[in-house]
Nanobody, 119 residues
């Protein structure tokens, strides 16, 4: 079955850095657009960053210049390097894998990893 397993979350001081990792299994990883989302309690899930199978990236305005998404197709891994972290970055971060094959949409989610930015 498909599994996306995030790791790397934790507690960090404002201005600090964290690197999130997501290990994918059960899919042909290189075919998928990978993304990181985040969701605070009571709020809608927010798209943070995406990376296509051609390594094209997009970022939410709130994280541009601070976060970097990358992937390693040989290891079935996607990463989110987060620098200059702010308290408002505190929330749960989710890994997502998505692709469209003809008229079928495939969409998978990890269980999430908590990031807390606080002094």
């Amino acid at each position: 079955q498909v599994q996306l397993v995030e790791s790397g979350g934790g507690l960090v001081q404002p201005g600090g850095s964290l690197r999130l990792s997501c290990a994918a299994s059960g899919i042909t990883f290189s075919f998928y657009r990978m993304a990181w989302y985040r969701q605070a309690p009571g709020k809608q899930r927010e798209l943070v960053a995406t990376i296509t199978n051609a390594d094209t990236t997009t970022y939410a305005d709130s994280v541009k210049g601070r976060f970097t998404i990358s992937r390693d197709n040989a290891k079935n891994m996607v990463y989110l390097q987060m620098n200059s972290l702010k308290p408002e970055d505190t929330t749960v971060y989710y890994c997502n894998a998505a692709r469209r094959l003809f008229t079928l949409d495939y969409d998978y989610w990890g269980q999430g990893t908590q990031v807390t930015v606080s002094s």
